[in-house]
């Protein structure tokens, strides 16, 4: 843990990736493109996005081989339900803790959150989990709010 993490040099790095988002959010709004990256994710490769950078997105419903991959997209549409912000956070945190052991591989290190809905309570629930997997495991999380237009990064912990 000898690098502090810094989230304007961390969006900076993945800046095309979340514009490439942002455009298909503007194309094709929430819920759609929360389906579309659900389903594309299968083998871990987003085409539509980009297709050299490994990602685990989610919600998902892994089928057969799970591979963990450094960077995840957690992407929510509303705050409740499938698909919900709720439960898209629940599913984030057990992946998290799947994917914590970088001895057995590859191991998540950046989490991209994107939601549609403000749910401070989600989030509050989240807070400790969030603190833990960042100092022990050094994940880095970026919180995307998508106003119907853009996405507006927030800050992940108050």
């Known amino acids: ?29 929430m819920e759609a493109t929360q389906h579309q990256l659900s389903c594309e994710s299968k083998d871990g490769c987003l085409p539509s996005l980009d297709s050299t950078t490994l990602v685990n997105v989610i919600p998902n419903s892994p089928t057969g081989k799970f591979m963990c991959c450094n960077l995840a997209i957690a992407i929510a549409h509303g705050s409740r339900g499938i698909g919900g912000l709720s439960q898209v956070m629940q599913q984030l945190r057990r992946h998290l803790i799947c994917c914590a052991n970088a001895k057995n591989g590859m191991s ?50 108050k």
């Open 108 to 157: 998540t290190k950046t989490v991209l959150i994107i939601y549609d809905k403000e749910d401070k309570r989600v989030f509050w629930e989240s807070r400790r989990d969030f603190q833990a997997h960042m100092l022990r495991n050094g994940v880095n999380f970026i919180r995307l709010h998508w106003n119907g237009k853009k996405l507006i990064q927030k800050a992940i912990m």
């Open 1 to 29: 843990m000898g690098e502090i993490f810094d989230p304007k040099a961390a969006s900076a790095t993945l800046s095309p990736l979340i514009s490439a988002i942002e455009k298909l959010l503007n194309e094709k709004g």
